[in-house]
């Protein structure tokens, strides 16, 4: 099975999308009562560069936290034979507070119904919104993101890679074709 690669995003490119949903959050949400929870691995990087975008705007550090969602999926014994827990990492209240999940890329949206139920588990926060650096479509959960980077629409035989510095030495968004 050969596969196509098409770079869609450089670093540039995400780095002013990251921008642009933090002004859109500043603008569509109260930045006192916000926090940040990225979905580990790649969600966790976005969700630092958007505190970081976060502050240099409002003037605010928005705490932040990490959740790994391995063990709340529904689908998780049938995808990873050997899974890798990276750990839940909230160290502030999520009582009425504002939680803002942030992820790579808005696919089926299993893994944001996964972090919602892991979410519950550490409090009852005022509202849950959802921040993705892409949206590819192609729901099987009626999740709609409230923040999005970039719309990728997508056919079955595409898949979004989405590849960051921190984890892949690289900042890129890719399209690949599997044909």
Known sequence: MANKRKKLLGKEDIGRSITRVAHEVTEGLSIEELVLIGIRTRGEFIALHLAKALEKISGIKVPTGFLDVTFYRDDFRERLIQPQIKGT???????????????????????????????MD????????????????????PIKAD?????????????????????????AVYLVNYV
């Open 89 to 119: 990492d909230i160290s502030f209240s999520l009582d009425g507070k504002i939680v803002l999940l942030v992820d790579d890329v808005l696919f089926t949206g299993r893994t944001i119904r996964a972090a919602m139920n892991e979410i």
């Open 122 to 141: 550490f409090g009852r926060p005022a509202s849950v919104a959802l921040a993705v650096l892409v949206d590819r479509g192609h729901r099987d959960m």
């Open 147 to 171: 923040f999005v980077g970039k719309n990728i629409p997508t056919s079955n035989t595409e898949h979004v890679l989405v590849r960051l510095s921190e984890v892949d030495n690289e900042d």
